[in-house]
């Protein structure tokens, strides 16, 4: 069975630095990784999607990465903002006909 | 991506009331799904939503308790039935158009029972 991890479970960072959060599975055998985004009382909200032929995927100042070998995934955000701060979470599909496995997320709160 | 619209937002119910959500997608999706968040967890998938045949629901998860209707490939609706205050959660619609395409998410049904 897919266990995901993410780590850290919080992060605080004041406005500007460049930040990771990352992402570990415990089956190296997967479909894809996606990343999502998720503000307080919302849905969730696409980021990224990793296929398992990919080692990368990047939008604006976002950039994931995918090492199915080690079974990690990292979110780079480059020059964090305020609007940043939101809880992002790490989901895994093993195959083309499975469902997601999410982790438990990383809460990010970016001071100004 | 695909619009999804998930009706209602929020409520607040009666111990013992059902209550049924509504997820509306501006486009034929092969896929969708619900899932459900308890306060401070991540998501839990309840079941996939199949066009025109019964709902395959996931470990813990009931039909009884969640029935799940989807009479075509941009609607599907799940119901909470005698809820109960652990059914306090928010409810979440996805759906996805297959071929390795990324799952989408509506913003949610926020449900307080009690």
């Not at chain 1, 199915?68 to 305020?82: C, D, F, N, V, W």
């Not at chain 2, 959500?21 to 306060?39: A, E, G, K, L, N």
């Not at chain 2, 941009?74 to 909470?80: A, D, E, G, K």
Request: net charge neutral; with cysteine; proline share 5%.
């Amino acid at each position: 069975k897919q266990e995901v991890t993410q780590i850290p479970a919080a992060l605080s960072v004041p406005e500007g630095e460049n930040l990771v959060l990352n992402c570990s599975f415990t089956d190296s055998a997967i479909y894809n990784l996606q990343w999502f985004r998720q503000d307080p009382g919302k849905g969730l909200t696409s980021l990224l999607l990793i296929q398992s032929s990919q080692r990368e995927q990047t939008s604006g100042r976002l950039n994931a990465s995918l090492d199915k070998s080690s079974g990690r995934s990292t979110l780079y955000i480059a020059a964090s903002q305020p609007g940043d701060s939101a809880t992002y979470l790490c989901a895994v599909k093993n195959s083309g006909y499975s469902t997601l496995t999410f982790g438990k997320g990383t809460m990010l709160l970016v001071s100004p | 991506s695909a619009v999804i619209s998930q009706k209602p937002s929020r409520d607040i119910c009666q111990r013992g009331t059902s209550l049924t959500i509504q997820c509306q997608v501006d486009s034929q999706v092969t896929m969708m799904f619900w899932y459900r968040q308890q306060p401070g967890q991540s998501l839990t998938l309840i079941a996939t939503a199949n066009q025109g045949s019964e709902a395959t629901y996931e470990s813990g998860f009931v039909i009884d308790k969640f029935p799940i209707s989807r009479p075509n490939l941009t609607f599907s609706t799940l119901t909470v039935s005698n809820m109960s205050p652990e059914d306090s959660s928010i409810y979440l619609c996805s759906v996805e158009a297959g071929g390795g395409q990324p799952q989408h998410f509506g913003d949610g049904t926020r449900l307080s029972i009690l």
